[in-house]
């Protein structure tokens, strides 16, 4: 992985200095969080350019909802939704990766200018996809992902869940680099709410260092999840609309940043763009104090009081008795 910022770089992609922020464009008719508010195309560009005016560094833009019990719409009618908005958006300069799981729609929306692919399946769901993405030489999502969704939750049981994402991940990985994809060009991503309860996803959210010992940019997708609202129901609370959910997102967002995310993937943009760019802020003066000689006393340079007088010595502090246990 190449290194920036210790949360590493894709090549074929822009170079940041802090977690990135993806928004979503869903031109679908029934996402779980937009559904419908996006499906014109002209609507879609324009609320992609909006994400982008907020502070997106790059949009994602899907035209199959991915929620539990979705039915997949047929090849045809992807195509129609996602090309004309990769189209569009790509033509005004902004970075845009397209989120399917079919070959096809991955091929016709690099050529329309997508610079990313984001399978949720991995490359799994259309064996054709890892070779469209070798040969195109494309960055490359990978998702950890044990299953269409259909009929609600797919073998969300696990031992631990953190070792198990892991392993499997890394199976993934090692399975697209032997279809020909390049290690620099390989992200991945937990799956957040694929096939796992709310306590898997806070869980792996808590160990994002083990993801990123896989040794490739993390990407995490927490945005308007059911996890969030069961957190913020509290345990016998209903769960928030999913729109009500993005202060929760932007503080993921700021977690993940800290913990070193590559990027992450949001619906609402200009709370978690705020929220990266302290986290940022922060890792640089963190940074800044671990630099050699940093907060070191300069011997040259008299100490001086509160006022900025030159302090002058006075009698040596007596010795500190030992604190007594539980003292603050």
């Known amino acids: 992985m190449s290194k920036q910022s210790g949360r ?48 997106a560094d790059l949009v994602d833009v899907g035209g199959e909802s ?26 005004e300069g902004v970075v845009v990766s397209v989120d399917t799981m079919r070959a096809s729609v991955a ?32 960055p490359f999502v990978v998702m950890h992902w044990r299953g269409f969704l259909e009929g609600g939750n797919v073998r969300g049981v696990y ?19 032997a279809g020909g994809v390049s290690p620099d060009r390989i992200v991945v991503d937990p799956g957040l709410g694929f096939s796992k309860e709310a306590d898997h996803d806070l869980t792996l959210l808590a160990h994002l260092d083990r993801l990123r010992s896989l040794g490739h940019p ?17 345990p016998e609370g209903a769960p928030p609309p999913a729109r009500e959910r993005d202060a929760a997102t932007a503080a993921v967002s700021a977690l993940a940043a800290q913990a070193g995310a590559w990027a992450v993937r949001v619906h ?35 100490a001086t009081d509160a006022s900025g007088a030159h302090a002058r010595p006075g009698p040596p502090a007596p010795p500190h008795p030992p604190y007594a246990e539980g003292a603050r």
């Not at 990135?20 to 679908?28: E, K, P, Q």
């Not at 031992?159 to 993934?172: S, Y």
């Not at 802020?281 to 104090?289: I, K, M, Q, S, T």
């Open 107 to 138: 091929a016709r929306a690099l050529a329309a200018g997508a610079a990313l692919v984001n399978d949720v399946s991995g490359g799994l769901a259309d064996p054709a996809m890892i070779p469209a993405v070798a040969d195109a030489g494309a």
């Open 159 to 177: 031992a631990d869940v953190v070792a198990e994402v892991v392993d499997e991940l890394h199976a993934r990985v090692d399975a697209v680099l």
């Open 218 to 234: 993390l990407l995490v997708a927490a945005s308007r999840k059911r996890f969030l609202g069961r957190v913020l129901a509290g």
């Open 268 to 302: 609402e943009v200009r709370a978690t763009a705020d929220a990266v760019q302290v986290a940022r802020a922060v890792e640089g003066a963190r940074a800044e104090r671990r630099a050699p000689g940093a907060g070191a006393p300069d011997p040259a340079r008299p």
């Open 66 to 91: 991915t929620r539990p019990g979705a039915t997949r719409v047929d090849e045809a009618e992807e195509l129609r939704r996602v090309v004309p908005v990769v189209r569009g958006l790509a033509s």
């Open 8 to 55: 590493g770089r894709v090549v074929g992609l822009p170079q940041w200095d802090r977690c990135a922020v993806m928004g979503v464009v869903n031109v679908t008719p029934d996402s779980f969080s937009d559904g419908g508010r996006w499906f014109d195309t002209t609507a879609a560009v324009k609320h992609g350019l909006h994400l982008v005016a907020e502070g």
